[in-house]
């Protein structure tokens, strides 16, 4: 099974412009807990609940005043809609993240994957074994 058989479609979006009040209400209104930022159309980022929690609540009312690309995680991983689940999977375990950004072949963001949605589309067990990489902890080389 492919990437684009079970990811959020369309994913929900936001400018890297826009306030993060503005990211979290949109993420309450869509129940999701990331969007993908955009600037002039390209794919810049992510912002997730916990982005906002940790980089901008900490902020107190300063945080009202922050943007979206304050806040965002800039190092963009995704996964193309014609990937393997399992491959799709891989890298979210091998990542440590839940969620994953996905791109067509001319790199347009078309959709979103989560270790939910593998749960509740695909596979719950391959969502299980998944989730057990993302929360493992991992130590680096040992002297």
């Known amino acids: 099974m492919k990437v ?18 503005e990211a979290a209400a949109q993420m309450r209104a869509g129940h999701v807990g990331c969007l993908g930022v955009l600037e002039n159309g390209r794919l810049v980022g992510v ?29 963009v991983l995704f996964c193309s809609d014609r ?6 999977a891989a890298a979210l375990g091998d990542h440590q993240v839940r969620r994953l950004p996905v791109c067509d072949a001319r790199a347009r963001l078309v959709g979103m994957l989560s270790v939910d949605r593998i749960a509740e589309e ?13 929360v493992e902890t991992r130590l680096g080389p040992r002297p």
């Open 4 to 21: 684009a058989d079970i990811m959020r479609h369309p994913p929900i979006t936001i400018l890297a412009s826009a306030s993060v009040p």
């Open 47 to 75: 912002i997730t609940d916990r982005d906002i929690v940790m980089r901008a609540v900490v902020g107190g009312e300063r945080a009202m005043r922050l943007r979206v690309r304050d806040v965002m995680s800039p190092e």
């Open 83 to 88: 990937q393997r689940v399992e491959d799709a």
């Open 122 to 134: 695909y596979s719950e067990h391959l969502a299980g074994e998944t989730l057990g990489e993302i």
